[in-house]
């Protein structure tokens, strides 16, 4: 069966807003060799709208350093399934509007037999938590204090608290740390 993995950008202070991180070579690489292990990524509006047009565009017209175009590559050819009450449709040819509950769409997602499922957006990633659909976390937390935007799972209240696993941890020359959890079952 195929995994659900929530992989998030977080600042030492918990905060997650994507505007106040400092993206590095390190980063790109880890996120590039991670994606290589999924065929779908699930977002929110917000969060898709920040990464569509923008790495799709990086991918075609090859503008920045050697990793990062490769990272915008790998994400380009990801399938998106976006979920949105707003969204009527989407032009990028490798999304598409989720047709389905998001617990539905996830639970038919992984009975299939393809590569993992990454949860991409801050609200997606707290309601499947929340739903116990997560099987594993990975944490990039980012030395520096935002002290403001949205923090994790701020909008939903856990019936109760999930037990992780630690995996193991990564520290990029940058001072960013990538921690690795999977849910204790």
Not at 13 to 32: A, I, S
Not at 39 to 65: F, N
Not at 132 to 153: A, M, S, T, W
Not at 159 to 175: I, M, N
Request: proline content about 3%.
């Amino acid at each position: 069966m195929r995994k659900v993995i929530f992989a998030i950008n977080i600042s030492t202070d918990g905060c997650c807003g994507h505007m106040d991180m400092v993206p590095d070579e390190g980063l790109h690489k880890y996120f590039t060799d991670l994606l290589r292990t999924a065929d779908v990524i699930l977002y929110g509006r917000v969060t898709y709208q920040l990464m569509v047009p923008y790495w799709p565009e990086i991918a075609k017209g090859q503008s920045a350093s050697e990793i990062t175009n490769e990272f915008a590559q790998v994400f380009t050819s990801l399938e998106k399934i976006l979920f949105s009450s707003t969204l009527k449709h989407v032009d990028d040819m490798n999304s598409r509007l989720a047709r389905e509950s998001l617990a539905d769409e996830v639970n038919v997602l992984k009975k299939q037999s393809a590569k993992d499922i990454f949860v991409g957006s801050l609200s997606l990633g707290s309601q499947l938590s929340e739903l116990n659909l997560i099987d594993e976390y990975r944490f990039v937390v980012h030395p520096v204090i935002v002290g403001k935007g949205p923090r994790l799972f701020e909008t939903i209240k856990l019936q109760e608290r999930l037990l992780l696993d630690f995996v193991s941890s990564e520290t990029f020359q940058s001072g960013i740390t990538a921690l690795h959890y999977k849910r204790k079952n």
